[in-house]
């Protein structure tokens, strides 16, 4: 291949077999032109007009690459969707409009591909940097392996290829299971339709209007894909100023609670502000939304479709890593979930879109413990989910170590503000462009690696107001004036950073995180606890906001007086994890059953009683007609 490197050849075996022309250039088989071909120019040529001819077409496809025929299973599932499921006028489109400009992507596949890599090899453009002759930023289409932190910039059209690649069951499944990648192709997703399964054919329907809407118009903007890492103690040189957290980091931290707000009705997908979205992923991303799941993951990937090209290069998630995806369009509109799950119509995404050509949707995929149990309240396994959520809400973007991590130069450090989706204008004169370097320069200092091992918990000081976090007090060790919107932690021993504050100084974070019932449900995650860690993890990653979608469980009812409690109180992250740390503990022994907020909130918080002095599960509340105050471990907060 033309312009090839290791990182591009490690995708190659994951995509549709194709063949080197004489120009070392890559193509389709001569066969498999043809049959594309006829197939772009509409049923008159290709004389598919049925779902049986749909069904053989595709078979035929997959032999010309030596793939094995689609199952019968498989083609009963198109054949009844497209002739029984669907009126007679939606299938006659779809063969006549929509599969010719379907067969133009996968014959076009490999012309996109070589320019991707022609693209990506190059500079990623950037107004404030005039000269990119060193910039080589790895965005190219290739395997972001376990433990590597990287991204792929991809362009809407190539994201829309590749899913016709999948529609058409394409793509190889050898090799897939041992690299700890999703299933890709779309047979299974066929298979499950039956006519009995009304959920499936309804994501069948946000798949086919997808392609329905990029036939009419083909976006023109990006979708990144990124995979963020938080290294493990131990794991060598981290490319962070700090390592995967420990029991320390939380019970030490001062960084207060940030407002939390719980929202009855409405969905993550539809929040108003900016906001991470959290999709509650499975350890493979993507889920079930391939074979025949549909719970919120798999609904949110049926909506925004773009999302289900992650799964072709990112494998499974291990416990100290998240995917983040910025950019994914949403194309539909739905009710229900579950069994319910229905398509009610379009969907017009009018977002902004940032300097790198993404929509300003973010799309951040968390896996959570898969029916935990009791063991869920076990020390251990809260920290694992605090970890989880935190490096999923922390803007990895903002540190200088991101970019080395992914091989990025030196001269990219002016794009961290784009990869956050900050809009960026270019420099009038040179005094402005001395100014710019100049403060990027500053940003260095601030963002650079300090010496953890010389720091101590007194080194800093922090004040909370509102949604920023604000340095009072630094040692000389830490760069002077590090940052407003702290990303603030603070570790013991076993973690060599204290203080990890990796944003511009001159923004404060605007974006917040819109999440629910992460882990529950399907998974069978405590909700109140759940919902506290995340709350916990988006503190800490310097979120000026959680905002809390139930969606109408009953369960969450007690969740409101405690968090609207919990933040008149003004608690700290330290705070909050030490008394779910004793919770748990009591929880595990057995010396408790109640629920969460029935242990942190006795009856007399509720104004039941007026007693002067009470033992409650092992905490002293003093009563003095204006607060309780609890003495814990030597420190007195208000509770």
Aim: hydrophobic share 35%; aromatic share 10%.
């Amino acid at each position: 291949m033309a312009g090839g490197s290791s990182a591009s050849d490690s995708i190659l075996p994951f995509l549709p077999p194709l063949v080197s022309s004489s120009s070392d250039s890559l193509q389709w088989p001569s066969k498999m032109e043809f049959a594309l071909k006829a197939l772009a120019r509409g049923p008159v040529s290709s004389k598919v007009d049925c779902g049986e001819e749909l069904c053989d077409c595709i078979t035929d496809m997959r032999e010309q690459i030596g793939l094995a025929p689609l199952s019968l299973r498989s083609g009963k599932g198109l054949c009844l969707y497209f002739d029984d499921l669907i009126t007679r006028a939606a299938a006659s489109g779809f063969y006549e409009a929509v599969l010719p400009v379907l067969a133009d992507l996968v014959f076009r596949m490999p012309l996109l591909l070589e320019a991707h890599f022609k693209q990506a090899k190059g500079s990623v453009p950037s107004e404030k940097c005039k000269d990119t002759k060193s910039t080589d930023i790895s965005v190219k289409l290739r395997l972001l392996c376990p433990q590597q932190a990287g991204l792929v910039l991809l362009d809407q059209e190539f994201v829309g290829s590749l899913l016709a690649c999948a529609f058409f069951c394409l793509y190889p499944s050898h090799g897939r299971q041992e690299a700890q990648l999703p299933y890709m192709n779309f047979d299974y997703f066929f298979a499950g339709i039956n006519g009995k399964t009304r959920s499936q054919e309804q994501k069948m329907t946000c798949i086919v209007h997808y392609f329905c809407r990029i036939s009419e118009k083909m976006p023109q903007g990006r979708v990144s894909y990124e995979r963020k890492v938080i290294p493990q103690p131990h794991s060598g040189p981290s490319p962070f100023p700090f390592y995967e957290p420990d029991y320390s980091f939380w019970n030490e931290s001062v960084a207060l609670l940030c407002p939390f707000k719980i929202f009855e009705k409405g969905m993550i997908e539809d929040e108003k502000l900016e906001a991470v979205e959290v999709d509650f992923a499975n350890v493979y991303l993507g889920g079930g939304v391939l074979f025949s799941g549909c719970v919120q993951e798999e609904i949110r990937f049926c909506i925004n479709p773009e999302l289900i090209v992650g799964m072709l290069f990112l494998p499974a998630l291990a416990n100290n890593e998240a995917i983040e995806i910025i950019g994914a369009e949403r194309f539909s509109c739905y009710e229900g979930y579950g069994s319910s799950f229905t398509f009610i119509g379009d969907y017009l995404d009018v977002k902004p879109r940032d300097l790198w050509g993404r929509l300003q949707t973010r799309i951040v995929a968390i896996d959570a413990l898969d029916h935990p149990g009791e063991n869920q309240f076990h020390c251990s396994q809260m920290l694992r989910e605090t970890n989880k959520a935190f490096c999923g809400f922390l803007d990895h973007s903002g540190f200088r170590g991101y970019f080395e991590a992914m091989d990025l130069s030196c001269t990219t450090r002016c794009l961290s503000n784009q990869l956050r989706g900050e809009p960026t204008k270019p420099a009038q004169d040179s005094q402005e462009n001395s100014n710019v370097e100049e403060r990027y320069k500053e940003e260095e200092s601030m963002c650079g690696h300090v010496n953890p091992a010389s720091q101590t918990m007194n080194d800093v000081k922090f004040y909370r107001d509102s949604a920023s976090i604000e340095l009072l007090e630094c040692s000389e060790n830490v760069a002077s004036g590090i940052h407003n919107n702290a990303k603030c932690g603070v570790t013991g021993q076993g973690n060599p950073m204290h203080v990890a504050m990796p944003n511009r100084s001159t923004q404060i974070c605007k974006v917040g995180i819109a999440t629910g019932n992460w882990g529950c449900g399907a998974f069978g995650g405590d909700i109140e606890l759940k919902s506290l860690l995340q709350w916990i993890a988006a503190s800490q990653a310097g979120r000026p906001f959680v905002h809390y979608y139930t969606f109408g469980d009953q369960q969450t009812q007690r969740l409101h007086s405690l968090t609207e409690w919990i933040l008149k109180e003004g608690w700290h992250v330290g705070d909050c994890w030490d008394l779910l740390m004793e919770y748990g503990e009591k929880r595990v022994n057995k010396k408790v059953k109640k629920g969460l907020p029935d242990w942190i909130l006795p009856e007399v918080l509720e104004g039941q009683t007026s007693s002067g002095l009470i033992t409650y599960e092992g905490w002293h509340w003093s009563l003095d007609y204006s607060s309780v105050k609890v003495e814990k471990k030597k420190k007195q907060f208000n509770i």
